[in-house]
T-cell receptor
Framework: QKEVEQNSGPLSVPEGAIASLNCTYS??????FFWYRQYSGKSPELIMF????GDKEDGRFTAQLNKASQYVSLLIRDSQPSDSATYLC???????????FGGGTRLMVKP | EPEVTQTPSHQVTQMGQEVILRCVPI?????FYWYRQILGQKVEFLVS????????KSEIFDDQFSVERPDGSNFTLKIRSTKLEDSAMYFC?????????????FGPGTRLTVT
């Protein structure tokens, strides 16, 4: 059974700080890793994806992947109150196209 | 910017009734998906669809579920005989391709309430 684990939070950071969100996955054959943001009552909104070891930056967001440790993270620089949401980690395996989601981490950015 | 649309936004039905949830994927996308999220729980994969066939399905997607692409734009999920535990948000998603680098974009969801 493929598992994707996230700390449910809430993670509270002050405005302007760096928020660090973490995710671990059980299937060593996983190929692609996605971060989605979900506001309460809304659908998942894609932030970015990564599939190579190392860092990938997109604006204020940086995704980090370590396949040996089966660990993926998302850094949000200069956090804003509007970043307050639940952040979902999703993993796609080697075969098939289904996404397996973690339970999400609730981020609260305090002004 | 192209987006996935879903109708209705909220559907209330009685246990045992059939419901059809509708989705219009992004126009140049070829792969379509349904996910669901029970309140307070994880987003769960139901089914993926390509070239008018189911390509993958989860254990949740049993005989009471079916999917169809009735025309060139719509993609539907039918639940034949709804149960209380089918109450959830149902999300449609689509992607241009499969494999590395192909993202899945989600629609706004349909909230299904079974009474």
């Amino acid at each position: 059974q493929k598992e994707v684990e996230q700390n449910s939070g809430p993670l509270s950071v002050p405005e302007g700080a760096i928020a660090s969100l973490n995710c671990t996955y059980s299937d060593r054959g996983s190929q692609s890793f996605f971060w989605y943001r979900q506001y309460s009552g809304k659908s998942p909104e894609l932030i970015m994806f990564i599939y190579s070891n190392g860092d990938k930056e997109d604006g204020r967001f940086t995704a980090q992947l370590n396949k040996a440790s089966q660990y993926v993270s998302l850094l949000i620089r200069d956090s804003q109150p509007s970043d307050s949401a639940t952040y979902l980690c999703a993993v796609k395996g080697y075969a098939g196209n289904m996404l397996t989601f973690g339970g999400g981490t609730r981020l609260m950015v305090k002004p | 910017e192209p987006e996935v649309t879903q109708t209705p936004s909220h559907q209330v039905t009685q246990m045992g009734q059939e419901v059809i949830l509708r989705c219009v994927p992004i126009s140049n996308h070829l792969y379509f998906y349904w996910y669901r999220q029970i309140l307070g729980q994880k987003v769960e994969f139901l089914v993926s669809f390509y070239n008018n066939e189911i390509s993958e399905k989860s254990e949740i997607f049993d005989d009471q579920f079916s999917v169809e692409r009735p025309d060139g734009s719509n993609f539907t999920l039918k639940i034949r005989s709804t149960k209380l535990e089918d109450s959830a948000m149902y999300f449609c998603a689509s992607s241009e391709g499969v494999g590395l680098g192909y993202e899945q974009y989600f629609g706004p969801g349909t909230r299904l309430t079974v009474t």
